[in-house]
């Protein structure tokens, strides 16, 4: 656990960060919460703290959103990060919570006349599905169209959908749930996008297919284009392809790259991982941790060396 948590803008003692009970956040799921990985790399003894800036940019985008006045700049947001994690001296991969939260406590459905707060907080953390290959369903629950909840917007509010779909999946032997589009195209995992392998192409759900435009997703386009010479498709994918798909694959800040062996008790490629995948997650492994030179502009090291 945190040693330390950022709380009413200064740093305090984790058990000290408390929430009053008429919180409005608490009641309506008025807040926006990023998730950020801390990947410790033990030759270095150092965390580097992964694509900070991007997820501060989308924390603010969010805010956006949810009318939540967040003073604090991108900046300012990477140092009280660093600095946090630096007094809580982790020395394992960990993962950091911010959330930018309306904050008076005050009862109504709104967004207008409320204060609003920002808390961080940091906790070890391993792999998040860990499994080594996932076997996934087609969700009962939808992924809701920009104009119900925008899953543009990690706001908390919108994650009953999520834990729905990943509930209903786990209750019945799954790892993960995929969502469909309320019109029926593949959408995304309940905390990942996903990727598949069509024809030695990458191909993924477009912005427009009501997905959170994750930052791992943003990354594997990148190596895959960089390292790999692989273009990436974004377009509406068809459930039926996912059946038919070379390979499959869930990105995410938590679960990382995650093969996906099953949809539908219908096997993908041999069931095992995928040649591109297996490439992709080695690649990605490597970058994440600081050891692949040519990515470090993503690595924010926390500790003086
Ligand atoms: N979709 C959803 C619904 C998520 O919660 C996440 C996790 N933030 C992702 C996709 C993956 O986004 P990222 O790669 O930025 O973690």
Same mark, same amino acid.
């Given at each position: 656990m945190s040693a330390y948590a950022y709380f009413h803008k200064e740093f305090v003692p984790f058990s000290e960060a408390k929430l009053g009970v008429m919180t409005h956040c608490i009641h309506y799921g008025t807040a926006v919460f990023e998730g950020i990985r801390g990947n410790w790399n033990r030759e270095q003894k150092q965390i580097h703290l992964f694509r900070l800036k991007e997820h501060f940019h989308r924390l603010h985008q969010g805010c956006k959103v949810l009318k939540i006045d967040l003073p604090q700049t991108i900046d300012e947001l990477c140092q009280i990060t660093i600095e946090l994690v630096e007094k809580c001296g982790f020395k394992e991969d960990i993962y950091i919570r911010p959330l930018a939260y309306k904050s008076t406590e005050a009862l109504g459905v709104r967004l207008y006349n409320l204060d609003s707060d920002l808390l961080i907080f940091a906790i070890p953390w *391993?792999? !998040? &599905? +860990?499994? +080594?290959?996932a076997k996934c369903c087609i969700s009962s629950w939808r992924r809701p169209d920009d104009n119900v909840i925008p899953p543009l917007a990690k706001c908390t509010g919108l994650y009953i959908n999520n834990a729905l779909a990943k509930t209903e999946a786990i209750e019945n032997g799954y790892d993960e749930a995929i969502m469909l589009t309320p019109d029926g195209h593949v959408s995304e995992g309940s905390g990942e996008n996903i990727f598949l392998v069509i024809d030695d192409k990458l191909v993924t759900p477009a912005? !427009? %297919? %009501? $997905? &959170? $435009? *994750?930052i791992t997703r943003n990354t594997v386009i990148e190596l895959a284009k960089q390292e790999l010479g692989l273009t990436t498709v974004e377009r509406p994918v068809d459930r039926s392809e996912l059946y038919m798909a070379q390979e499959c694959f869930l990105t995410g800040t938590a679960a990382h790259i995650t093969p996906v062996a099953e949809v539908d008790h219908r096997q993908i490629g041999n069931g095992e991982i995928g040649e591109i995948t297996g490439k992709l997650q080695k690649i990605y492994a490597e970058v994440i941790r600081g050891k692949n030179p040519k990515y470090l502009d993503w690595c924010t090291p926390v500790y003086a060396k």
């Open positions: *391993g792999p !998040y &599905l +860990d499994v +080594d290959t912005g !427009y %297919n %009501n $997905i &959170l $435009i *994750g």
